[in-house]
Nanobody
Framework: VQVVESGGGLVQPGGSLRLSCAASGSIFSFTVMGWYRQAPGKQRELVAAILNGDSPNYADSVKGRFTISRDNAENTGYLQMNSLTPEDTAVYYC???????????????WGQGTQVTVSS
């Protein structure tokens, strides 16, 4: 089972993108816990997270512009990104909790990332 992100690409400043995260393979449950990003030469940083049913948390740099959501029934998570700036350019990673079977133990997994480039 792999975590697969999609929806990245090249967008102009001020534009929007919607990233998706889903599991490939047979699973019992898939819960997106958060989105992270890593820009060239920088450490991976938290962008947005939903933990234990609490209200979403956002990095200060994306508050008011990004929205994290998930559809547990569809085993999919999303990151809606609006008003993008060149500073948002990075590889975006999805972090999810996976349970392969009803009785199986849940484990945490990362996707391979999707590139987001904001440039005119």
């Amino acid at each position: 089972v792999q975590v697969v992100e999609s929806g990245g690409g090249l967008v102009q400043p001020g534009g929007s993108l919607r990233l998706s995260c889903a599991a490939s393979g047979s699973i019992f449950s898939f819960t997106v816990m958060g989105w992270y990003r890593q820009a060239p030469g920088k450490q991976r940083e938290l962008v947005a997270a939903i933990l234990n049913g609490d209200s979403p948390n956002y990095a200060d740099s994306v508050k008011g512009r990004f929205t994290i959501s998930r559809d547990n029934a569809e085993n999919t998570g999303y990151l809606q990104m609006n008003s993008l700036t060149p500073e948002d350019t990075a590889v975006y990673y999805c972090n999810a909790e996976i349970r392969r079977t009803r009785s199986g133990r849940a484990y945490n997994a990362w996707g391979q990332g999707t590139q987001v480039t904001v440039s005119s």
